[in-house]
């Protein structure tokens, strides 16, 4: 154990040198998100403003639409009209008749149609449009919150909490004889390599998640987006997701003799395309994936992460909490065990 805890103090300082990984790790993920909030807050805070509608004061449907909260309702006259549509003081004119006049389509435009609609089907039916209750819902329904945007940022957490990946490769790369000094010690020492492997996992880990907390606060705090309300099933997956990007650092590193720049970039095309696949480059990925290729997002471990947060925390449910955390300790319990295989098969003719 003692030995276990000089070898994570050494490999903490050995990775807090690395400007790159520091960078990859705090840095990178912030900007991220600060291009994500640039290019999607817009979008993700619009909201409806209140329609203005002319009408004449001798209108029977006058003191209706006066009560709707909605709409703004402008007293004005038929010669007034085109004018008033012209200048954009109003989005549409109702006459006696009820008819509409606009000068564009848009949202406002058919909502008021729809309104106009539905008094005109009151009407019809002989019943008092005084006495109608607008704003009752007969129907008893639950409405869940949504922001199809938010799975961006869903997406973000997920892939950064795979970013001990790169930890990972660093880690293998110090018990090999054939990517750093430091392994040919190693490996012509009684040190145990699986002791230096699991204190390389353990700071790893602790590395990233210190990276995680650090992008978390500052999207809650500086950017305002409150993407956590339930912490504690919230970290379950932020910490899993972390392990497993570790162990798949560690599992690159060793697997194969290709040299640290590669590794790197095998590391770098797995985490951008199970992030595209994720969703993170447009909800419309997500959708598609979700209504062609199920089986794909139910296994691909950046989805299983965001998914179960978006749930978890904008849906409030859990049903699949269980079934992900599951399938992400499988893979890190699979990768863990190839990596040990691997690692104990690598001889050296010569150090």
Not at 214 to 238: G, M, R, T
């Amino acid at each position: 154990m003692s030995n276990i805890i000089r070898n994570c103090m050494y490999q903490g300082k050995n990775l807090f040198r690395e400007g790159s990984l520091l960078f990859w790790s705090v840095i990178y993920p912030i900007i991220l998100a600060v291009l994500f909030y640039a290019a999607f807050n817009g979008i993700m805070d619009s909201s409806l403003d209140d329609i203005n509608i002319g009408i004449e004061e001798s209108n029977e449907i006058f003191h209706v639409l006066e009560e709707m909260d909605f709409i703004n309702v402008h007293i004005i006259t038929e010669n007034e009209v085109y004018e008033k549509l012209d200048n954009e003081e109003i989005d549409a004119f109702i006459d006696s008749n009820l008819n509409l006049t606009v000068d564009e389509s848009g949202i406002n435009q058919t909502i008021i149609k729809e309104v106009v609609e539905e008094i005109k089907q009151i009407i019809k039916l002989n019943r008092p449009i005084d006495g109608f209750e607008f704003f009752v819902s007969y129907v008893q329904g639950k409405n869940q919150e949504a922001n199809s945007f938010v799975v961006i940022f869903y997406s973000l957490i997920a892939m950064v909490s795979t970013y001990g990946i790169y930890a990972g490769i660093e880690t293998a790369s110090l018990v090999q004889a054939n990517l750093s000094n430091l392994g040919i010690r190693i490996n012509v020492t009684p040190l145990k390599k699986q002791n230096f492997l699991i204190a390389g996992v353990i700071v790893s880990l602790l590395m990233n998640l210190f990276a995680n907390t650090v992008l978390l606060l500052f999207i809650n705090y500086i950017l305002k987006i409150h993407l956590c309300s339930d912490l504690k099933h919230s970290a379950v997956f932020i910490l899993l997701g972390n392990l497993f990007g570790v162990i798949l650092g560690v599992f690159i590193g060793v697997s194969n003799k290709k040299s640290m720049s590669v590794k790197t970039l095998i590391a770098i095309v797995v985490t951008l395309l199970l992030s595209f696949l994720s969703g993170m480059m447009g909800p419309w990925i997500k959708i598609m994936i979700d209504k062609y290729i199920p089986l794909l997002a139910r296994i691909n471990p950046i989805s299983i992460i965001s998914n179960n947060l978006y749930r978890i925390n904008l849906l409030g449910s859990t049903k699949s909490v269980g079934e992900g955390a599951v399938i992400l300790l499988f893979y890190c319990i699979v990768l863990l065990f190839l990596s040990y295989i691997f690692l104990r098969r690598k001889n050296y003719d010569s150090l």
